[in-house]
C-alpha cells in the first residue's frame, strides 16, 4: 500500500520511511507547505496514495484543507489526525495488516 504522509517535521521523515518499509508500504512524505511548487507536489503524493494521512497541529492550514479536498475529489481513504508520532503510526500499520490478513483468510475460506 502506498500511504501520503502530509504535515509533520520533517526530521521524522526517514524513521515513518522505514516503519513502513518493514511492514511492506511505501511512505511519501510532505511537510504540508503549499507555497511554491509546493501543493503541486502534495497532489501528486495524493494522487498516487491509498491510504492519506493528514496531520493538522505541524502543518499550514492549506495544506490541510488542500490534502482533504483532494482526497475527497479522488475517493481517497484520508485519516485526519492532530498528531501522530511513531508509535502511533505502528498501531497503522499494525491494523492494515491484521485486515489484510483477515482479507485474505476470508478469500482463501470462499
Known sequence: MRIAWIGGLDRNEAQL?????????????????????????????????????????????????????ICQRLGRAALIVRRCGAAQFQNLLDALAAREHRDLAAALAS
Open 17 to 69: 520511511k522505514r516503519m513502513a518499509a518493514q511492514a511492506g508500504h511505501r511512505l511519501d512524505f510532505h511537510k504540508g507547505d503549499t507555497k511554491g511548487r509546493g501543493a503541486d507536489d502534495l497532489r501528486s503524493i495524493v494522487e498516487r496514495a491509498d491510504l492519506v494521512i493528514v496531520l493538522t497541529d505541524v502543518n499550514s492550514h492549506g495544506g490541510v484543507q488542500l490534502a482533504r479536498r
